[in-house]
């Protein structure tokens, strides 16, 4: 005998509607910068029993509750437990280098802070995307700002970070040909979002932008088997 059909009617499930619910989820509502000197632990596949530690710019708090912790790394402000490429990084956990304690998850008095200061400015939700937050970046984040192919790069370095009602974090550069007045500071007329204007853009450490200023060989080597190829074929599509 066959099986007795439901008479409920069929459910479509559309896909890309509970994709976007899932996305939404994880977006992120608030952001805290980093002041106390925290770390990511990572590790690479080339030297398989070193750790290496590179601060925190911020914790991010996401719409499911959730707390991350957030590096500038390649082309965006990026959640620590996403790195997972042996040859760049994988994630290992957070460190407190006063401590020298390795923590699996963020530390709770940053959630704490998070979750009170995104329930104090509790925005409205609008159709269109509206800017949330500006923090300043206080580890001299650099940018490597590609245009096209015909323009050389520009090494900039970045002043803060803008949090916008999408989830999406941008990088705020300066154009020196309209700065009025030294520092620039979050709110001058100078600054921009680095996208707006850049087609490709790649965060990097203070150390590393100086040794690309110094043309040192082996960080120059690096830098273009990490970005030509990405380039050309950015170029290409």
Same mark, same amino acid.
């Given at each position: 005998?066959?099986?007795?059909?439901?008479?409920?009617?069929?459910?479509?499930?559309?896909?890309?509607?509970?994709?976007?619910?899932?996305?939404?989820?994880?977006?992120?509502?608030?952001?805290?910068?980093?002041?106390?000197?925290?770390?990511?632990?990572?590790?690479?596949?080339?030297?398989?029993?070193?750790?290496?530690?590179?601060?925190?710019?911020? @914790?991010? #708090?996401?719409? =499911? &509750?959730? +707390?991350?912790? !957030?590096?500038?790394?390649?082309?965006?402000?990026?959640?620590?437990?996403?790195?997972?490429d042996a040859e760049h990084g994988c994630f290992i956990?957070?460190?407190?280098?006063?401590?020298?304690?390795?923590?699996?998850?963020?530390?709770?008095?940053?959630?704490?802070?998070?979750?009170?200061?995104?329930?104090?400015?509790?925005?409205?939700?609008?159709?269109?995307?509206?800017?949330?937050?500006?923090?300043?970046?206080?580890?001299?984040?650099?940018?490597?700002c590609i245009d096209d192919d015909s323009r050389p790069?520009?090494?900039?370095?970045?002043?803060? @970070?803008? #949090?916008?009602? =999408? &989830?999406? +974090?941008?990088? !705020?550069?300066?154009?020196?040909?309209?700065?009025?007045?030294?520092?620039?500071?979050?709110?001058?007329?100078?600054?921009?979002?680095?996208?707006?204007?850049?087609?490709?853009?790649?965060?990097?450490?203070?150390?590393?932008?100086?040794?690309?200023?110094?043309?040192?060989?082996?960080?120059?080597?690096a830098l273009a088997l990490m970005v030509v190829p990405?380039?050309?074929?950015?170029?290409?599509?």
């Amino acid at each position: 005998m066959g099986m007795s059909l439901s008479p409920r009617p069929a459910r479509v499930i559309d896909l890309e509607t509970m994709r976007q619910k899932l996305q939404a989820k994880r977006r992120l509502v608030r952001l805290s910068p980093e002041l106390d000197g925290l770390e990511m632990v990572y590790s690479l596949a080339s030297d398989p029993d070193s750790l290496y530690g590179m601060p925190i710019l911020a @914790w991010g #708090l996401r719409e =499911d &509750g959730d +707390v991350v912790g !957030l590096v500038p790394w390649m082309e965006t402000l990026t959640p620590c437990h996403q790195l997972d490429d042996a040859e760049h990084g994988c994630f290992i956990g957070y460190r407190d280098p006063e401590t020298e304690e390795l923590l699996e998850s963020p530390p709770p008095h940053k959630a704490c802070e998070l979750e009170h200061a995104a329930a104090y400015f509790d925005y409205e939700e609008t159709h269109e995307v509206t800017l949330i937050q500006q923090i300043p970046d206080s580890q001299g984040t650099h940018a490597l700002c590609i245009d096209d192919d015909s323009r050389p790069w520009q090494l900039k370095q970045v002043f803060g @970070w803008r #949090l916008y009602s =999408d &989830g999406n +974090v941008e990088a !705020l550069l300066a154009d020196e040909s309209i700065v009025e007045s030294t520092p620039i500071l979050l709110g001058d007329a100078c600054l921009y979002p680095g996208r707006s204007r850049h087609r490709m853009v790649y965060f990097f450490q203070r150390s590393i932008a100086n040794r690309i200023r110094e043309q040192d060989p082996s960080t120059l080597e690096a830098l273009a088997l990490m970005v030509v190829p990405r380039s050309a074929k950015g170029a290409g599509e």
